[in-house]
């Protein structure tokens, strides 16, 4: 090529000086010339240049994540596990507002009731309701995916579990704050692991909804069979019920592996 | 990396290599900053523009076909993304030319020398012509885009590209 750029066009052009005519001939030619495009950056603010680079290393590391997936990551969750928690229905804010209310209004019963019960039974039910929703086609912006998934239906449901379960349990943790009577003490963790794991096993044999009404009238039925027919009040939440429950969730775990199979097609 | 070609740069990048990233953005964002701050005053959309071209720079390098100038396919994404914030804004604050001067004789010298009577001819063309031009020939746009870009309906931009190639073709024969 025998035509550069040289300073003074270079100069007009840079300055907006330049008319349309001479500046689509500079404009053409340094597309194609590699030196002449160094000239032209040369007259660029260079602090500019790396002002934009900061910001834009900055999008490129979170454009593609989620509020969600940022905060998994950060606790050390493998980004694509990250990606399939984020999307599960059940962990989205919505959600975790609907059920805040939900135990908002347990805690205020609880007060008005003069004991904790209506937090106890209600607590346990939360991840129920968790799974319930993360499995509702209409609800779940990865059912395709999900079908489609190279993880796998056992594992995808079994992560998609445990993040609805850590998300109930959090919520749930804060809400109990609010109760004088059972702050600190967990006796609700056990029966909401058992209810989850019962809602999953009676999922393979029925719809989801269904699996979680049916485990819910379990729940609340014994809870108030218990109450009525036992001497002592709040007998299922207390020591010897609690080993119930964690050999109960044990048992219905190993059943669950037993019937993976059913996981794998939805 | 700093001796690898454009081409090779884009295909590391669409494997995820961020530093083949900085390396084609030292190379290309000098110039790009130049060009569109010509076609647009505000600084800090232009910065905007910049880094949003990068970006899809950064996202989309698969999709770069491995032919022509790196550099050209840069400008596509550029012009494309400075004529969504103008959309966006529904105010064009697009301009050409420089203040609408007449080229001085001194362009005109470094000129002839190369493009003869084609200077002299486009420069005739009056600014409507010259802007479809511009917008078409030069920036790459389609005709719906140029049409968006100086809010004129894409007819136009037709009727005005067939106007100015009629003169042109006249004035160079």
């Not at chain 2, 505000?42 to 032919?67: C, S």
């Amino acid at each position: 090529m025998t035509w550069h750029i040289d300073d003074r066009m270079l100069a007009l052009y840079l300055d907006g000086r330049m008319s349309d005519v001479p500046a689509f001939s500079l404009e053409t030619h340094f597309l194609a010339c590699a030196d002449c495009r160094r000239k032209v950056a040369d007259g660029v603010d260079s602090q500019r240049e790396e002002q934009i680079w900061q910001r834009l290393l900055d999008s490129v590391g979170q454009s593609e994540l989620r509020p969600g997936e940022r905060f998994l990551s950060g606790l050390g969750v493998p980004a694509h596990v990250a990606r399939l928690l984020a999307l599960t229905p059940s962990v989205g804010l919505s959600w975790v507002l609907s059920v805040a209310a939900a135990l908002a209004f347990a805690v205020f019963a609880s007060h008005g009731l003069g004991g904790p019960m209506p937090f106890l039974v209600l607590a346990p039910l939360i991840p129920v309701l968790g799974v319930v929703v993360s499995y509702q086609r209409k609800l779940d912006p990865l059912y395709e995916i999900g079908i489609a998934s190279p993880v796998g239906g056992f594992r995808l449901m079994l992560m998609r579990a445990t993040a609805v379960l850590m998300a109930s349990i959090v919520v749930a943790a804060v809400a109990s704050l609010g109760i004088p009577e059972i702050r600190f003490s967990a006796v609700w963790l056990l029966p909401a692991l058992f209810l989850t794991v019962l809602t999953l096993i009676l999922s393979t044999v029925m719809q989801t909804a269904s699996a979680a009404v049916v485990a819910s009238a379990i729940w609340v039925g014994g809870v108030i069979t218990a109450e009525v027919v036992a001497s002592e009040p709040y007998i299922v939440f207390g020591a010897t019920a609690q080993l119930v429950f964690a050999v109960l969730a044990v048992l219905l775990m190993a059943g669950l592996i037993g019937r993976r199979d059913s996981f794998e097609v939805i | 990396m700093r001796n690898a070609s454009d081409q090779q740069l884009v295909s590391s990048i669409a494997e995820g290599d961020a530093g083949a990233l900085r390396v084609l953005y030292e190379r290309h964002a000098g110039w790009l900053i130049a060009r569109l701050t010509r076609r647009c005053a505000d600084q800090a959309i232009v910065d905007e523009v910049v880094q949003d071209t990068f970006l899809a720079v950064w996202r989309g390098a698969r999709r770069y076909r491995g032919e022509g100038e790196v550099a050209a396919w840069i400008w596509g994404i550029g012009i494309r993304r400075l004529l969504d914030r103008f959309r966006r804004r529904r105010v064009p604050e697009w301009r050409s030319g420089g203040a609408g001067s007449e080229p001085s004789a001194e362009e005109l010298v470094l000129l002839g020398i190369e493009h003869g009577d084609l200077a002299g001819a486009l420069d005739r063309l009056s600014p409507e012509l010259r802007s479809v031009i511009s917008a078409t020939v030069l920036d790459g746009l389609t005709t719906s885009e140029a049409a968006a870009l100086l809010g004129i309906p894409s007819g136009t931009v037709k009727s005005r590209l067939v106007r100015a190639r009629r003169e042109l073709r006249e004035a160079l024969t």
